[in-house]
């Protein structure tokens, strides 16, 4: 409803006009700052790619304790504050931040470096709280594949990597679709971190939309500047087809038919090299057939130092605010010169500071029952739906946490306006539940059909009579 509000409210109904759509492209100032939105976004995007799916590869290839504590380290980085890990940053980053200080102690620089309030700090902060979002359904996917196909190749006369790519690599797909897609759509509508991290010439299309809200106030305009924002979202997701609502996890189900095409002629492609090359490569197999294999330790070595690394570079800025916390400074600087509890003092002397702390607990309450109860009845109603109904009802479900946030963001606001909710604690819950009712549909739906599956096999065995202690 608040989407749907915002399209009336942007094309000016009921006397539905394109001005406002009119005004935004006839300023080459918008379509600059649209262009560089989309920019940035593909180069976060590819990053995390190229970042998380090593990554992914490796926790899911990991020991099971391994792989769960890696897991929750990810999560952990994910869960955490979007604000309180950009400002970590500032703090590394910054003229007086962790790595200027480092550096001038050691002498290997006369003055700061340019860290920060540029283009490159704002890929780091935005890959470093993306890089979860790609993660986690690469892994997802990757512990559905087989664990026998690869060997199965490798005894065929695959090589590693002939195996990787041509058994593995496909069966992930799904995964880096979903992944892409997702921080694609997410790094669109980035407010806080481009904000804070970047200069005047890194400013994001919701920085735009924010400061319009801020200063004249046209709630027209506005619309019309987040409708194209949320029009690029969906078209990126239409022709890539992102499925948040199950299917996605099957690894086995094709793809839409623009994916398909593009893998099939990509495959026709490779296969006509594999066919070149198949004479040299039958003779050096042949060759290489009864070598002895050597046992090289180097690999485990370079994938574990990658995870490391990837771990430090997810969990240090937040250890760098828990340090932070602790420091006699009066402004951001680290590592601290010394330490004190005098801000812990602070904050709990603060009736504004406990008090927004209990502000923010209760909301977290109120949103936390009412997404629930909401959000597990929705997932009950929609496993006992029809399946194309079921898929169309939850991909609307999920539209919030798929669309960029400021474009949500700017739907709640002025659906919340029309009731004369705006600065109220209701108000407050109801936004936040239009995201989280979607994350309790998508976590709660497969464990309900499961469920379903199960009673269905208990009333095959039970029919015709009751059942017996026997066949329990």
């Not at 593909?42 to 020991?63: D, E, M, N, R, S």
């Not at 078209?235 to 839409?256: M, N």
């Not at 606001?413 to 239009?434: D, E, R």
Request: with cysteine; aromatic share 12%.
């Amino acid at each position: 409803m608040p989407v749907a509000l915002l399209f009336l409210k942007s094309v000016n109904a009921p006397a539905f006009s394109l001005a406002n759509y009119q005004a935004f492209v006839g300023h080459t100032a918008n379509l600059r700052v649209l262009f560089q939105t989309i920019e940035v976004s593909v180069v976060a995007t590819i990053i995390c790619l190229v970042i998380g799916y090593p990554t992914a590869y490796l926790i899911a290839a990991a020991p099971k304790r391994v792989r769960l504590t890696l897991t929750v380290l990810v999560i952990i980085s994910y869960l955490t504050s979007l604000l309180v890990r950009t400002y970590a940053w500032i703090a590394i980053l910054g003229d007086r931040g962790l790595i200027n200080n480092l550096l001038l102690d050691l002498r290997l620089i006369s003055s700061p470096l340019p860290l920060i309030y540029n283009r490159i700090a704002v890929y780091v902060g935005m890959v470093h709280i993306m890089l979860p979002v790609m993660v986690l359904p690469l892994v997802s996917v990757m512990l559905g594949v087989d664990k026998t196909l690869l060997p199965a190749a490798r005894s065929m006369g695959a090589r590693p990597f002939a195996a990787f790519w041509r058994v593995f690599f496909p069966l992930s797909l799904p995964g880096v679709r979903s992944g892409s897609l997702l921080v694609f759509v997410l790094c669109l509508g980035f407010y806080i971190t481009p904000a804070a991290l970047g200069g005047l010439r890194d400013a994001m299309l919701s920085t735009f939309i924010a400061a319009q809200v801020s200063s004249s106030f046209n709630m027209a305009r506005t619309a019309a500047s987040a409708f194209i924002l949320l029009g690029i979202a969906a078209v990126v997701l239409a022709l890539f087809g992102l499925d948040l609502s199950g299917t996605q996890r099957d690894a086995a189900r094709p793809s839409p038919q623009s994916w398909y095409s593009f893998s099939r002629l990509f495959g026709a492609m490779t296969r006509y090299l594999y066919e070149i090359t198949a004479p040299f490569r039958a003779k050096r197999w042949t060759a290489k057939l009864y070598q002895a294999r050597s046992s090289s330790h180097l690999w485990p070595i370079i994938g574990t130092a990658f995870t490391a690394l990837v771990m430090f570079y997810l969990l240090f800025p937040s250890l760098v605010v828990i340090i932070m916390s602790f420091s006699a400074e009066t402004f951001l600087k680290f590592p601290p010169s010394e330490l004190s509890l005098k801000w812990y003092h602070s904050f709990f002397e603060d009736s504004s500071w406990t008090g927004a702390t209990w502000t923010s607990i209760e909301i977290g309450i109120a949103v936390a029952l009412l997404s629930t109860f909401v959000g597990t009845l929705a997932a009950y109603g929609l496993n006992r739906t029809f399946p194309q109904l079921r898929s169309f009802v939850t991909m609307l479900i999920l539209t919030p946490i798929t669309f960029p946030s400021i474009v949500v963001a700017i739907a709640a606001y002025l659906g919340l306006l029309n009731l004369g909710l705006i600065g109220s604690k209701t108000g407050i819950v109801l936004a936040h539940s239009i995201g989280a009712i979607g994350y309790v549909v998508e976590s709660s739906w497969r464990p309900f059909q499961i469920w379903t599956r199960g009673w269905k096999r208990l009333r095959k065995v039970c029919e015709p009579g009751p059942c017996a202690p026997s066949r329990g």
